[in-house]
């Protein structure tokens, strides 16, 4: 099968998106599919990457307010797509990229949308709930109308699509790297060090975007050190509000370790932390959190995002969406005996497997 994939906002610093579409290329590879990617760029570049993906890059321009992300006009996204005569087009872009699914459909091409993100809670933190509700359901029947099949990686982030009665969703659910994310990556020297001593490290990994509430955790880290509670907080990634983080955490045990380009590296943090946090509440699947969780370390979770679907309470906490609920988690998740919380941490990630994601994308690509 010759499958094309299709990503906007993929760039050398995305994340949870990029790591997935990355991800089920290589599995689809690996089962005999051709496979061809098309992503925004500075400049026109084709490559085979290791994993036999064939990347197309296309120039794109960068969208400001957004950190560096690019996105591709759907008149040069759609013309490679054309070169490549695909039997099937997976689209991570429900957004610059929707008309692909009518696309598909006019030349007798098999259709999948990936909705990795809430329309109505990313619209909702600029609008009125109401209004966001109204817009998001417009724009959700026209996808589950254009597309063959719309794909949901939890009930969290189907609850758009199943409130406008769309019958043809899939569920699949993505996986984690078990052998990068590794709780042998722990290491006490490691773990010092970034403690700098503080008797316990947290560690919040991720784009540094509004929607993922990253003061959440500094504002939680605060209140502990004002209750007491000796704790350091490594913040790993960058973003749009990565200066006004770093203002916020003026004078408090924050540290900002900005964009780690090696995997390896940010699964040693990981395994090397007590508490994962990841406070967003607009999370659709969190795959930072799931990593966390491969490495041993458990994740204190906002309770109204997709991953209180994921997360456990043996193997971490969900939290209110407030500073305080945070902090209390932390303490309640490090109440817990530190070898249990790691053991059933990585039992809990054990549970979701790229290849297992790879057989869902692939039934829906047939089904």
Same mark, same amino acid.
């Given at each position: 099968?010759?499958?094309?994939?299709?990503?906007?906002?993929?760039?050398?610093?995305?994340?949870?998106?990029?790591?997935?579409?990355?991800?089920?290329?290589? &599995?689809?590879?690996?089962?005999?599919?051709?496979?061809?990617?098309?992503?925004?760029?500075?400049?026109?570049?084709?490559?085979?990457?290791?994993?036999?993906?064939?990347?197309?890059?296309?120039?794109?321009?960068?969208?400001? $307010?957004?950190?560096?992300?690019?996105?591709?006009? $759907?008149?040069?996204?759609?013309?490679?797509?054309?070169?490549?005569?695909?039997?099937?087009?997976?689209?991570?872009?429900?957004?610059?990229?929707?008309?692909?699914?009518?696309?598909?459909?006019?030349?007798?091409?098999?259709?999948?949308?990936?909705?990795?993100?809430?329309?109505?809670?990313?619209?909702?933190?600029?609008?009125?709930?109401?209004?966001?509700?109204?817009?998001?359901?417009?724009?959700?029947?026209?996808?589950?109308?254009?597309?063959?099949?719309?794909?949901?990686?939890?009930?969290?982030?189907?609850?758009?699509?199943?409130?406008?009665?769309?019958?043809?969703?899939?569920?699949?659910?993505?996986?984690?790297?078990?052998?990068?994310?590794?709780?042998?990556?722990?290491?006490?020297?490691?773990?010092? *060090?970034?403690?700098?001593?503080?008797?316990?490290?947290?560690?919040?990994?991720?784009? *540094?975007?509004?929607?993922?509430?990253?003061?959440?955790?500094?504002?939680?880290?605060?209140?502990?050190?004002?209750?007491?509670?000796?704790?350091? *907080?490594?913040?790993? &990634?960058?973003?749009?509000?990565?200066?006004?983080?770093?203002? !916020?955490?003026?004078?408090?045990?924050?540290?900002?370790?900005?964009?780690?380009?090696?995997?390896?590296? %940010?699964?040693?943090?990981?395994?090397?932390?007590?508490?994962?946090?990841?406070?967003?509440?607009?999370?659709?699947?969190?795959?930072?959190? *799931?990593?966390?969780?491969?490495?041993?370390?458990?994740?204190?979770?906002?309770?109204?995002?997709?991953?209180?679907?994921?997360?456990?309470?043996?193997?971490?906490?969900?939290?209110?969406?407030?500073?305080?609920?945070?902090?209390?988690?932390?303490?309640?998740?490090?109440?817990?005996?530190?070898?249990?919380? !790691?053991?059933?941490?990585?039992?809990?990630?054990?549970?979701?497997?790229?290849?297992?994601? %790879?057989?869902?994308?692939?039934?829906?690509?047939?089904?």
């Amino acid at each position: 099968m010759r499958i094309v994939q299709v990503a906007n906002f993929y760039g050398p610093r995305s994340g949870g998106l990029r790591t997935a579409v990355d991800e089920l290329g290589t &599995g689809y590879v690996r089962r005999g599919h051709h496979v061809t990617l098309i992503v925004p760029g500075p400049v026109a570049a084709n490559e085979v990457l290791a994993s036999g993906v064939v990347r197309v890059t296309v120039p794109a321009p960068v969208l400001p $307010f957004t950190g560096g992300y690019r996105a591709a006009r $759907f008149a040069s996204v759609a013309a490679v797509a054309a070169s490549a005569a695909p039997d099937v087009i997976e689209v991570s872009d429900r957004l610059t990229l929707r008309r692909m699914g009518v696309w598909a459909r006019e030349r007798d091409v098999g259709s999948v949308m990936i909705a990795h993100e809430r329309l109505d809670r990313l619209l909702g933190q600029v609008l009125p709930r109401a209004v966001a509700q109204t817009l998001a359901d417009v724009a959700n029947r026209a996808t589950a109308r254009d597309y063959d099949k719309v794909v949901c990686t939890t009930a969290f982030a189907a609850e758009e699509f199943d409130r406008i009665g769309a019958s043809n969703l899939c569920r699949v659910p993505l996986g984690v790297d078990l052998e990068v994310f590794h709780p042998e990556r722990r290491s006490a020297a490691l773990r010092d *060090l970034a403690r700098r001593g503080a008797e316990h490290l947290l560690i919040h990994c991720g784009r *540094l975007s509004v929607e993922k509430h990253v003061h959440r955790s500094v504002d939680a880290v605060a209140l502990l050190r004002d209750s007491g509670i000796s704790v350091r *907080l490594l913040i790993v &990634g960058d973003g749009p509000v990565m200066r006004k983080l770093k203002r !916020r955490a003026e004078g408090l045990p924050v540290d900002f370790a900005g964009y780690l380009g090696s995997r390896a590296e %940010v699964a040693a943090l990981m395994a090397s932390s007590d508490v994962a946090l990841a406070p967003g509440p607009h999370e659709t699947f969190g795959l930072a959190a *799931l990593e966390a969780l491969a490495t041993g370390t458990p994740v204190v979770v906002s309770q109204r995002s997709a991953l209180s679907e994921i997360v456990r309470a043996e193997s971490g906490a969900l939290a209110p969406d407030t500073a305080m609920g945070v902090a209390q988690a932390i303490l309640a998740v490090l109440d817990l005996p530190a070898a249990q919380r !790691r053991s059933l941490a990585r039992e809990r990630a054990e549970q979701f497997s790229w290849p297992h994601a %790879v057989d869902g994308m692939l039934a829906a690509f047939v089904g």
